[in-house]
């Protein structure tokens, strides 16, 4: 069983466009990340999500915005695409409480392409 | 401003041999310390975790130091073999579990 799940797994739109990335973790994690990855492969956190506690990197755009429907799903929406936007985003989860420190589970990463 | 320098881009090993990476961070009080590999094409995979109470931890082939003096985690394989070639990650975390990754270090274990 695929334990963090994101889908698509490539994306291709044009600058302008709004589009979501889905990610799906069946761990029971209380806290779901969003990374960026971008050509020099720095992985960077863009929000952390715990209990409906929402974490931002201050460095986002405010055109990026994670939506959780429930505690097994964090999916991303980004608005007016841009082409610096082109990387592969990364979903994790791990297990919650603040204090301690618990391995991050990765989805597969979306490879996103901005034209 | 914070930094993490992970100490060479890539490295080439022998198979057999002890593989040293090496994590350095400035303007940082990490409480832990974990490392991680990726593959090409996939998310990174958990590795290690080190507290910052702690000087060492194993796990099989695997070994993690952590000197909160100097400022560096080293990640060490042993034994190397092909199969371990791939992007090693460090990534910082405080207790508010905000996390911070290394640019990784690309480690080729050559046959």
């Known amino acids: 069983d695929t334990a963090v799940s994101q889908t698509p797994k490539y994306l291709v739109t044009q600058m302008g466009n709004d589009k979501s990335i889905k990610c799906e973790q069946n761990?029971?994690?209380?806290?779901m990340y969003w990374y960026k990855q971008d050509s020099k492969k720095f992985l960077k956190i863009m929000f952390s999500y715990n209990n409906k506690e929402l974490i931002i990197n201050e460095t986002v755009p405010n055109r990026f915005s994670p939506k959780s429907p429930d505690k097994a799903h964090l999916n991303l929406h980004i608005n007016s695409l841009e082409l610096g936007d082109s990387a592969v985003y990364f979903c994790a989860s791990s297990q919650g409480d603040r204090g301690y420190s618990y391995e991050q589970y990765f989805g597969p990463g979306t490879r996103l392409t901005v034209t | 401003s914070q930094k993490i320098e992970q100490n060479s881009e890539a490295l080439n090993i022998q198979e057999g041999k002890t593989a040293t990476l090496t994590c350095n961070y400035t303007n940082y009080s990490p409480a832990y310390l974990q490392w991680y590999r990726q593959d090409p094409g996939r998310g990174p995979v958990f590795l290690l975790l080190?507290?910052?109470?702690?000087k060492e931890k194993r796990k099989e082939r695997l070994k993690v130091t952590f000197d909160t003096t100097l400022k560096q985690s080293l990640f060490h394989i042993t034994a190397s073999q092909p199969a371990d070639s791939a992007t090693y990650l460090c990534a910082l975390e405080d207790y508010g579990q905000n996390f911070v990754f290394g640019p990784g270090t690309r480690l080729s274990v050559l046959p």
């Open positions: 761990l029971g994690h209380d806290t």
């Open positions: 080190i507290r910052e109470n702690e």
